[in-house]
């Protein structure tokens, strides 16, 4: 496995009712596939499209792990952990 750096990311939709975690190693080009309907599935089902929150994490395993004790939170805790860095849920792809 690589060091290659990772990024555990949150995104949201329009009204930020639906909340999906992810990880990658390109977030501004993943964002953008989820942005475009690119990705099949849950994102693009709910159109879930705007970036809230970020990390960034020394390799993809540690990245990895991040996303699963993220995913295995609550909704309450996600938002705590969104409104932390951006308590006006913007729309962080542009800042990237």
């Known amino acids: 496995m690589t060091n290659k750096a990772g990024y555990i990311y949150l995104i949201t939709n329009k009204h930020n009712t639906v909340i999906y975690t992810g990880v990658t190693s390109n977030l501004q080009k993943r964002v953008y596939e989820h942005r475009e309907g690119l990705v099949d599935g849950f994102t ?3 159109n879930v499209k705007k970036l809230v929150y970020y990390e960034l994490a020394d390799n993809m395993e540690s990245a990895i792990a991040r996303e699963k004790q993220i995913k295995a939170g609550s909704r309450k805790k996600k938002i705590k952990l ?3 860095m951006n308590p006006s849920f913007k729309d962080l ?3 990237l």
């Open 82 to 84: 969104i409104t932390s």
């Open 44 to 46: 693009k089902k709910y």
């Open 93 to 95: 792809y542009f800042e």
